[in-house]
């Protein structure tokens, strides 16, 4: 946050470059042209919020009332349409992958590069708290992989994911592979521009996950239940757990996947491959409003 | 918690929308399935704002009701959570309201308190 203006702009963010030889590089302000920090009270605080400012010509008295009507989350979802029009522009496929801490993410992705990178350009955003240990997994499976540190932060965040994105560079029609804070409550309400979330979800955490936390498996458009091959050792009811995605999300897809023995991880391979088509026609339809509408447009989506 | 992150983002922009001036109350509406607990907004209001325009300022949320629209039968009820089925038996039910998180607005002034110290 700025200690100034009380704006969360992740300064304590860092992004570190593990491909280009892991130079870390200090976050927060060096967004400065699009959020202006002369914290001069006669100047103009400019923040990306999409609203007009009226009261630079306007003297209102106290006790007026202004309507404001903006979503808290209003700067957030701008920068994720922003990022989503740079995917879209280049035909890239981005997936946005959460779950409880541990559910096997990481693990997922690396086997993934491995096993399905001669199929697609996997790129890799890596977000955690604190160190670059799951971006170095990424980097040793042969991912070009950018680490996000969010510190004290939660979840990621849209213009986390713009300032990576430079740091990444990712090419004409590869696919962005973001793997979230480990956290199920508010990745579901932060938009990163993804095309889809993938909700991992593992046999050791019960049953009733779906249940819990509805609003991420809500969000997810493919939830993959993890580590199956511990189910002969576990007392895990996998018809009640699957009953209750459907119930919280009837139209996901749902697969069952084991990211160490590799189980069923075809269909998931699959999935990527039927996605990145069905979202390379879309952005190849021309003077349409959605994927494509800017198409090759070479504005950076850093913040 | 988001809602530390999300308070501050709220303090942030009515701050900037007010362009300097005091603000001393402000009304956010909030739907019970926006993944948002109120009590956590409410709790670090004041702390948040120290310092910044909204200093002192009086904080009204304003819950929203969920509703959806069952898309088998078309009924429309009120949602206790994001699963609760309707009573068709159908899951598969359409967000009407609920996910509110908005500023609606925000009052021009220095807080009650301040003015009345002021007066006396
Ligand atoms: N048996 C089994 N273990 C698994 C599987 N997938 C992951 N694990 C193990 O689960 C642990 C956590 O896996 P990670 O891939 O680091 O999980 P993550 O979701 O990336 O964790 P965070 O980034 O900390 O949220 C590791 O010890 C993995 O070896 C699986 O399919 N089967
Ligand atoms: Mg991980
Ligand atoms: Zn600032
Ligand atoms: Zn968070
Ligand atoms: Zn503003
Ligand atoms: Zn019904």
Known sequence: MCETCGCSDGARTTITNLTAGGAARAGGHDHAPVHDHVHDPARHHRHEHGHDHPHDHVHLPDGTVVELQESVLAKNDQLAARNRAWFDGREILCLNLVSSPGAGKTTLLERTIREAGARHRFHVIEGDQATANDGERIRAAGAPVVQINTGTGCHLEADMIARALGELAPPFRSVVLIENVGNLVCPALFDLGERSKVAVVSVTEGEDKALKYPHMFQAADLVLVNKIDLLPHLRFDLDACLANIRMVTPHADVLQVSATTGAGLGAWYDWIAARCAVHQALCDLPDRDGPGARRGGGEKPTA | ??????????????????????????????????????????????????????????????????????????????????????????????????????????????????AEGQGA
């Open chain 2, 1 to 114: 918690m988001h809602e530390l992150g999300l308070t501050r983002e709220i303090v942030a922009m009515v701050a900037g929308h007010a362009g300097g001036r005091r603000v001393r109350r402000v009304v956010l509406e909030v739907g019970t399935l926006a993944g948002v607990m109120t009590d956590a907004v409410a709790f670090c209001f004041d702390a948040v704002a120290e310092g910044t325009a909204l200093e002192g300022a009086v904080l009204e949320i304003r819950r929203v009701e969920a509703r959806g629209r069952c898309r088998r039968c078309g009924a429309e009820f009120v949602r206790e959570t994001l699963h609760s089925p309707c009573a068709c038996g159908s899951f598969d039910v359409e967000g009407l309201t609920g996910a509110e998180l908005r500023v609606l607005s925000y009052e021009i002034g220095a807080p009650e308190a301040a």
